[in-house]
């Protein structure tokens, strides 16, 4: 059956770096769109990051310069690279995919067609 796992979070300190994958299960990763939710206990899971399946990124506002998004189609793997990591940063991360460009690039968590579990980050 479809899936996305993520893997990678752990606890760091402020300042370090961590990267975070999503290996996606049972469809073909590189012909969704995918991207990256994270959310903190008390608040709406938020979009962090999206990659579109002809290869435009977009991040949110708070991570633009520390966050990177890339694609290793050979092993079905969304991977985000995070430095420079804040106190902020620290929430449960999910991955999500999905065919539909408007969700792609709007969605909200509960609209995207395949979503994983999450990996905790936390910064210290």
């Known amino acids: 059956h479809v899936q996305l796992v993520e893997s990678g979070g752990g606890l760091v300190q402020s300042g370090e770096s961590l990267r975070l994958s999503c290996a996606a299960h049972?469809?073909?990763?590189?012909?969704?769109?995918m991207a990256w939710f994270r959310q903190v206990p008390g608040a709406e899971r938020a979009g962090v990051a999206s990659?579109?399946?002809?290869?435009?990124?977009f991040y949110t506002n708070s991570v633009k310069g520390r966050l990177t998004l890339s694609k290793d189609n050979t092993k079905n793997t969304l991977y985000l690279q995070m430095k420079s990591l804040k106190l902020e940063d620290t929430a449960m991360y999910f991955c999500?995919?999905?065919?539909?460009?408007?969700?792609?690039?709007?969605?909200?968590?509960?609209?995207?067609?395949?979503r994983g579990r999450g990996t905790q980050v936390t910064v210290s």
């Open positions: 999500a995919a999905d065919l539909a460009p408007t969700v792609c690039r709007h969605g909200e968590w509960k609209n995207w067609f395949v």
């Open positions: 049972g469809f073909a990763g590189n012909r969704y769109c």
């Open positions: 990659l579109l399946t002809d290869g435009r990124t």
